[in-house]
């Protein structure tokens, strides 16, 4: 998902190659001095020295902010897209995958901008090293040669121990999105695990402890094996310098003065080999961040043909219907479930009242995601006022079961001094708890029947022809029950609202004109409100 361009490689190159032959410059200038070549001991050279180390810092300095401002900039900007990724989805791969998926998602990102700083160094170190070693050959090739293949056996040494790596990381990060959900449990259902000693026991002690525990582990012998093959590096370079001191004089490789120069350069490129080996595990986690942002992003597709501009609301809405529709569970969320629901064949006219009922799993919120546009049909098709349409959104507004009050204002509209928003407050019975019409009043924490009355006037604000109520009254109060059913309701149609509501109320089964009953995900009954009223027996039956 994160990749550096052409350009970018450039401008790391334009930086690294300098900066490389300036730091050499300065290990090369030490060098002669310790050797007492008399060319370097002169009074200028000091000038010399330190306009190379200011000079050097400078192009660091400057670097280092483009750099910085380059990386956060590939951070925030992914950051965007997945957002964006996240909202285009369609709802049935958030429900197959779970939010936390878009919380290690987000991990996996934070990690990736340090991608910029790991090439850099990764460059830098290399350059470093390859002046170093051609410096060795050009006071001795036999030792240069000797102490090539010494770095490189360490260097296999550890590349072979970090390859093994790969797995843990990935097992880890599996840990620690199991992790987000139990979180995701304990936060949101903390209510439920107060209620149950049980419960909170099993998910402390089977679930939470026995993760963490692992992770521990996991996460200690990982970062110890890293922390292992560092020393290998540290302690390899010992060798490889006993056996510059001691060895190399001793075969007549060289001489007191060429010990001296190789033990610098040696001490000069330990630090890239050291960055070398420690970028290792960057790139090892970048591999796995890597694959699991693409899993992410696949699992997360869109489908191009949801995001069709849809051209249905040119004209007032007069009907929409269902021809043939069928939606499936188990082709959409490859699991065992196969309830399937359709095909379903249905009218809806404008301003009608119909009452969606139906016992637990018979189809009934199925139907209503398909109806709103969260659901894609993977038969059939959909008109509005005749015209087929991938989009019915537009002409929907809804309240949900689990409604959710945002804590901003994301519509078109301002409640702020919004005369109809002031209105439906009295409407609702809800002037006395919102007392004003800023943002923050109608955006804090309500009771759920009060929640779901706040939810119901921004869906009225929104000013769309269809109205959907998913058990809108299944959390009021007996009193504003009623006033639902016997005046707002009635107080919608003649306004030319058309309703679509479930419910079991049947008590209030008289105020619908049609009551559609689903059963095992298809239509069973479809009658008007006045044979229901003359016996909802038929209806439950």
């Not at 379903?344 to 009934?364: A, M, T, Y």
């Not at 109320?505 to 006045?530: C, E, L, Q």
């Amino acid at each position: 998902m994160l990749k550096l361009k052409i350009k970018d490689f450039v401008y790391l190159l334009l930086f690294a190659i300098p900066n490389t032959f300036l730091s050499f410059g300065i290990i090369y200038i030490i060098n002669n001095v310790l050797s007492g070549n008399e060319r370097f001991l002169k009074d200028y050279m000091i000038i010399v020295f330190l306009a190379i180390v200011c000079y050097t810092y400078l192009l660091n300095i400057i670097f280092q902010k483009g750099l910085n401002k380059y990386a956060f900039k590939i951070l925030y900007e992914n950051e965007k897209k997945l957002f964006a990724q996240i909202l285009k989805a369609p709802l049935i791969a958030l429900e197959k995958h779970g939010t936390q998926r878009f919380y290690t998602a987000m991990e996996d990102l934070r990690l990736f901008s340090n991608l910029p700083y790991t090439v850099t160094h990764t460059v830098t170190s290399i350059l470093m090293l390859v002046l170093g070693i051609i410096y060795m050959f050009t006071l001795s090739s036999q030792a240069a040669a000797i102490v090539l293949f010494l770095i490189a056996l360490v260097a296999i040494c550890y590349f072979v121990v970090i390859n093994t790596m790969t797995k843990q990381v990935g097992d880890l990060r599996k840990l620690n999105e199991h992790y987000y959900r139990y979180v995701d449990d304990l936060i949101n259902g903390f209510k439920e695990l107060k209620l149950s000693q049980i419960r909170r026991k099993n998910i402390l002690d089977r679930y939470l402890i026995p993760n963490r525990n692992e992770s521990e582990d996991l996460d200690f012998k990982i970062n110890f094996v890293f922390l292992s093959i560092n020393l290998i590096s540290q302690y390899g370079l010992y060798f490889v310098i006993a056996v510059i001191l001691f060895g190399f004089p001793a075969m007549g490789l060289l001489d007191r003065t060429d010990v001296i120069a190789y033990v610098v350069v040696i001490l000069f490129i330990s630090g890239p080999i050291n960055s070398l080996i420690n970028l290792q595990q960057m790139y090892t986690r970048f591999k796995v961040a890597n694959y699991r942002i693409k899993t992410f992003m696949k699992d997360f597709e869109i489908d191009e043909e949801i995001l069709i501009e849809d051209k249905t609301t040119t004209v007032a809405f007069q009907n929409l219907s269902f021809n043939n529709i069928v939606f499936n569970y188990e082709k959409n969320n490859e699991s065992a479930n196969s309830f399937t629901l359709g095909p379903i064949n249905l009218d809806i006219k404008k301003g009608e009242v119909i009452f969606v009922v139906g016992g637990n799993g018979s189809g009934k919120s199925t139907f209503i995601n398909v109806l709103t546009g969260l659901y894609k049909p993977i038969e059939g098709t959909i008109t509005i006022n005749g015209k087929p349409t991938t989009n019915s959104q537009n002409e929907i507004a809804s309240v949900f079961t689990d409604n959710h009050i945002f804590s901003h204002n994301y519509d078109q509209y301002s409640l702020e001094g919004n005369e109809t928003y002031k209105e439906l407050l009295k409407l609702m019975e809800m002037n006395h708890i919102v007392s004003d019409d800023q943002e923050e009043s109608a955006r804090r924490k309500f009771s759920k029947g009060q929640s779901k009355r706040m939810s119901l006037i921004f869906a009225l604000l929104e000013e769309k022809p269809i109205l959907v109520l998913d058990e809108w009254a299944a959390d009021q109060d007996p009193h504003f029950r009623k006033y639902f059913y016997e005046v707002l309701i009635p107080k919608f149609k003649k306004e030319g609202k058309t309703i679509i509501a479930v419910t079991h109320d049947d008590a209030y089964f008289h105020k619908a004109d049609r009551i559609i009953k689903f059963d095992y995900g298809k239509i069973a009954t479809n009658v008007k409100s006045s044979a229901a009223s003359k016996s909802t027996q038929n209806i439950w039956s």
